[in-house]
């Protein structure tokens, strides 16, 4: 209980976001044990206390890998959660290559021809949406990455023969590139650009390009996706035609049933969303996060893919010779989308002296 009341003291005393925003609602769903409140904004007050989250549960030891790894005790499961995001030790720079290659070249074509609205859950800083809509941004970083980042380097190695999925990422750089022998190839004006929106809870201000956007970006930070109204989501940009999720809010919220909700409650109906599950070098991908129905325990992944209502395809993207990265591609089939409801019941968020992020979660429905 002492590390719940520090916890408590420092969610309390910590700075008030500027924007207000209300609960999200939570209803429909009679297993429900963790509201909005229990990971909202930085402004906890005693009455919505995690201590007073219904059905609170104590980390128990759990299997990861075949491995019995001891869990924290006496903390309640989404207090740990809410602790790791607000430690912020994940990566938050990530680079518009890096979600190209990531997220692969279905995710390139599509930004690509993107006219309307991206939202970016879990945006860090937000370098990929300024990538993207800044060209001098992306060729200030280039002019760096050039020289440092091996990632880069593959991409844009001229000896190299590519393939059909990598010319499709390098065709997206390369328009907002100068260098390259394409100084004329450069993305439409502001006027004619889609509308990005960027979402970061942890994320300090942005130290934002001069040239002004015409309210095409806008980056909404310091508070939990889920807490952010849908209309503050959509904007002046509308319903979403590309969501992408980068070990984002879907890797460490309490609740990924909610958020899925949320993701399809912002997408536009020819709308695609993208979830990054993880590297094959990282053996703690999202694919292992588990759900417990009855006696039955299936993967987190294979729960997403039997969701009425949503054609889900689960890519491996493999590219310019780095670790394959594996990926959700969720779209809307048209019919009725009837998400069932997930209660959080454990989370092991170390192995030993390492940290893991994200945190590997089991759920039951």
Do not use: C
């Amino acid at each position: 209980m002492r590390v719940l009341a520090v916890l408590l003291s420092l969610a309390a005393s910590a700075q008030t976001v500027k924007t207000p925003a209300a609960p999200v609602p939570v209803s429909g769903s009679p297993s429900i044990s963790l509201p909005a409140s229990a990971i909202g904004s930085l402004s906890i007050s005693p009455a919505a206390s995690l201590a007073s989250t219904p059905g609170e549960r104590v980390l128990r030891t759990v299997a990861v890998a075949g491995e019995k790894l001891p869990a924290a005790k006496g903390v309640p499961l989404a207090g740990r959660l809410v602790e790791r995001i607000e430690e912020n030790e994940f990566e938050v720079y990530r680079p518009l290559e890096e979600y190209l290659t990531l997220l692969g070249a279905d995710f390139a074509r599509r930004l690509a021809a993107l006219s309307g609205h991206w939202i970016d859950a879990g945006a860090g800083e937000a370098k990929a949406a300024i990538h993207f809509l800044w060209e001098d941004e992306l060729k200030i970083h280039g002019s760096y990455a050039r020289h440092d980042s091996r990632m880069w380097k593959m991409i844009f190695d001229s000896d190299r023969k590519r393939s059909a999925d990598e010319l499709a990422i390098v065709d997206v750089l390369e328009k907002r590139l100068s260098y390259q022998g394409a100084p004329a190839a450069l993305s439409a004006p502001f006027g004619r650009k889609p509308f990005v929106t960027a979402v970061s809870k942890t994320a300090d201000a942005l130290n934002m390009p001069r040239q002004p956007s015409g309210g095409k970006f806008r980056f909404l930070r310091g508070k939990f996706f889920r807490d952010i109204p849908v209309k503050d989501l959509l904007g002046r940009g509308g319903p979403a035609e590309l969501i992408t999720d980068v070990f984002g809010v879907f890797a460490y919220d309490p609740r990924p049933d909610l958020v899925l909700k949320r993701y399809t409650d912002l997408l536009a109906d020819d709308g695609e969303i993208y979830i990054l599950l993880g590297i094959d070098s990282d053996p703690l991908r999202l694919s292992q996060h588990r759900v417990r129905s009855g006696r039955k325990e299936i993967g987190l992944v294979d729960w997403v893919k039997g969701i009425p209502g949503l054609e889900v395809e689960e890519q491996a993207n493999k590219n310019f010779g780095l670790p394959v990265s594996r990926v959700l591609r969720i779209k809307k089939t048209g019919g009725a989308i009837r998400i069932p409801s997930l209660e959080l019941v454990d989370v092991v968020d170390t192995k030993g002296s390492k940290k893991l992020n994200p945190p590997l979660r089991i759920f039951v429905d």
